[in-house]
């Protein structure tokens, strides 16, 4: 009994430290337009998500200055893409915040988020 | 950990939720059958209350399992509201993760007939359960490269572990009769236990060295406080498997007394669910990119 619980035991914390570990690299290889921190002009008209394997992005939003939150449009939730592009509102100078869901390739369901600045 | 914890939206909560009572079922119901093939001193009432705690908790498992593809949606779509939006539920139902549910649903259907105690029902559920156990292979880190090597090694670690789970209720059932076939049983189930449990420890060792590369490496990262609280309560797992080793087990062998051992059984299946829950919002929450 005591063997069986202690090998047990062992498999069960390594199954855990599995996940985590592997969870971990799916935050990598990443990268937005605008860059987070970045001061972009007024005259922004798109943003780029872009991945180092095609992902199914489900949900964009903003959070503007003016306390609203907008949806942003893009590819079809339903198509995978490595570069998702897609359409800003009229920007006024403020910061703003930009929040995204989606998929990885092997399923995970991934979500992130960016700030920028829109200069005066 | 705690600010993790604090993060957690609504539907990541719910998930969570979910994903444990997915873990609970779905695990309880295979390792049912599992011990109902194995348990070969069962009695009659015992392998019949057996049958039906496989069942029911197929029948369970079936809604939990079924509730991921919503809660899922709900996740893409950023709110409950996303649990009825049909691009979302689209997305989940199309992923790996509603191959995973299909298959399982499927094996818990085979496992649940069961009840019923035919001729043919127990090959029918032990199908299942291979299902079920292959469902987990659908989803998930199961489905990298190598992908034969970690489904199998998925497979062997998931029939193990439910072995492990399902092997409480038979074992507490059995323990109160204080007579021989009860001692016999738990014989039977330590014996098997040195097989499952081998091959649950090999096959989650070679999972981590495949996919994490550098297990001291791992151990670094940000939640290892989740692993030292599942730690801890693994820890407790032990102390009383040892207590039933060393004095409960061979009480009941002479002096037939099983109130001890039984209570004791009640805690560890306590520690499990702990366990169970642990990992559910481990899994769930151990990176900001990565809720599932």
Redesign the interface.
């Known amino acids: 009994m005591k063997l069986r619980t202690i090998l047990t035991s062992a498999a069960l914390s390594v199954g855990m430290a599995l996940s985590a570990g592997a969870a971990l690299a799916h935050g990598k290889g990443m990268m937005t337009m605008p860059g987070n921190g970045q001061t972009v002009g007024a005259d922004t008209k798109v943003m780029h998500l872009m991945f180092t394997d095609p992902m199914q992005i489900t949900t964009v939003t903003m959070a503007a200055p003016d306390g609203k939150t907008y949806k942003i449009n893009g590819p079809a939730a339903n198509q995978a893409v490595k570069t998702w592009e897609g359409k800003l509102p009229k920007l006024a100078p403020g910061s703003y915040k930009i929040d995204w869901r989606g998929m990885s390739p092997d399923g995970h369901p991934m979500n992130g988020s960016f700030a920028f600045k829109v200069a005066n | 950990m705690g600010g993790v914890l604090a993060a957690l939206e609504p539907v990541q909560i719910a998930s969570i939720l979910v994903k444990a009572g997915m873990y609970v079922s779905v695990l309880l119901a295979a390792g049912s059958v599992i011990n109902l093939w194995l348990l070969t001193e069962l009695d009659a009432p015992a392998s019949r209350r057996l049958r039906r705690l496989a069942a029911w908790s197929a029948f369970v498992g079936i809604v939990f399992s079924a509730l991921n593809i919503p809660l899922?949606a709900a996740?893409?779509?950023?709110g409950f509201g996303?649990a009825l939006d049909p691009?979302?539920l689209?997305?989940a139902l199309?992923?790996?993760?509603g191959l995973s549910v299909e298959a399982e649903i499927l094996g818990l259907l085979g496992i649940a007939t069961i009840a019923l105690n035919r001729g043919w029902t127990r090959p029918v559920a032990v199908l299942g359960v291979i299902l079920v156990a292959i469902s987990f292979a659908l989803?998930?880190?199961a489905?990298?490269d190598p992908r034969l090597a970690l489904a199998t090694l998925f497979v062997i670690?998931i029939l193990?572990?439910s072995f492990?789970i399902g092997g409480f209720y038979p074992l507490y059932d059995m323990a109160r009769r204080g007579n021989e076939a009860a001692w016999r049983t738990v014989e039977r189930f330590?014996q098997a236990?040195?097989v499952m449990?081998?091959l649950?420890?090999v096959?989650?060792?070679v999972?981590?060295v495949i996919?994490?590369g550098d297990?001291i490496a791992?151990?670094t990262?940000p939640?290892g406080q989740?692993?030292m609280l599942?730690?801890a309560v693994?820890?407790l797992?032990?102390g009383l498997?040892?207590l039933?080793?060393?004095r409960l087990?061979p009480a009941l062998a002479e002096t037939g007394n099983a109130g001890p051992l039984r209570a004791s059984i009640r805690w560890e299946v306590a520690a499990f669910l702990v366990?169970l829950l642990v990992?559910a919002t481990?899994?769930s929450t151990?990176?900001?990119?990565?809720?599932?």
Do not use: D
């Not at chain 2, 996740?75 to 950023?78: C, S």
């Open positions: 899922r996740f893409f779509y950023g996303g691009m979302m689209q997305v199309f992923s790996p993760l989803r998930g880190h489905t990298e670690h193990a572990a492990w330590g236990a040195l449990v081998g649950l420890v096959a989650g060792v999972i981590l996919l994490a297990p791992v151990l990262q939640w989740f692993l599942k730690l693994v820890a797992l032990l498997a040892g039933n080793k060393l087990t366990i990992t481990f899994t151990v990176a900001p990119e990565h809720v599932g």
